[in-house]
């Protein structure tokens, strides 16, 4: 707040961030973050502030998540306000990659950013792969469990 030049309240923390508070969802696969974001956004109680698809979108560097924000009810003695909250959806995958990310890059001065960054490109290109591989055994499972339950 004060980087933006605001008082450090309660209220301007509400109209002002927009990661008062966080929760990061680890899934195993990309289908699972897609079906939870959107059980999520049809519930009644909140409301979607904001939505970043850099699973369909990544960064240049490379970086894979599903952000959404959400207007969360806080209530309180006169009435109720809404606070928001980001929540991550990643992958296994997008989570190791993002853990290594920050370690090796967060507020570092490198001289090889450029490189570092189509390194970083590669790898993350490289965990699609190989989720997409796993991805083929999970829709292996739903195809057999469809099967049975027609049959």
Known sequence: LQRKGKEPTV????????DIAGVRVICYFVDDIYNLTELLKSQSDLIVIR???YIGNPKPNGYRSYHVIVGVPVYCLDGMEYFPVEIQFRTMSMDFWASMEHRISYKKERTDKEQLRDELREYA???????????QY?????QQEKRTVVV
């Open 51 to 53: 939505e970043r698809d």
């Open 11 to 18: 209220m301007n923390a509400k109209d002002y961030l927009q």
């Open 125 to 135: 290109n490289m965990l699609v792969e190989i989720e997409s591989r796993f991805e």
């Open 138 to 142: 999970n829709e292996t499972d739903h």
